[in-house]
């Protein structure tokens, strides 16, 4: 599988690094990338989205070892599985930040945006 990482989860990892309880971000999202890579869909699938035949759409729990704490009060990733073998790594949120949790409007749009690249 590839795995392509959209301009908002860049966006969204610059936010977060910023913080300091976030600095290991990038190390947090890279120990899921080997098991996509290996097409190991890690994480729940998402329903109730209009996506074409084969696609789908997974929320993963990632731990954020810059606070120590473990998956439950980690990030959230969601990404993207093509029809071909391509992963899009969509967006990723604090668990604990209520105000940039995306609701099903803001995940289908992302969607949107990654299928037109």
């Known amino acids: 599988m590839i795995v392509n990482w959209s301009k908002k989860i860049n966006d969204d990892v610059k936010f977060y690094y910023w913080k300091k309880k976030f600095k290991k971000i990038l190390d947090d999202i890279e120990s899921i990338i080997p098991d996509l890579e290996a097409g190991n869909l890690v994480g729940d699938k998402l329903s109730g989205f209009n996506l074409p035949e084969g696609a789908a759409l997974y929320k993963v729990r990632i731990a954020n070892t810059s606070a120590n704490v473990g998956k ?24 604990k930040d209520d105000e940039r949790i995306p609701n099903d409007a803001q995940i289908a749009m992302l969607v949107g945006n990654t299928l037109e690249f």
Do not use: A, H, P, V
């Open 72 to 95: 439950s009060n980690g990030f959230r990733l969601i990404y993207y599985l093509s029809i071909g073998d391509e992963i899009y790594l969509l967006t990723i949120y604090s668990k």
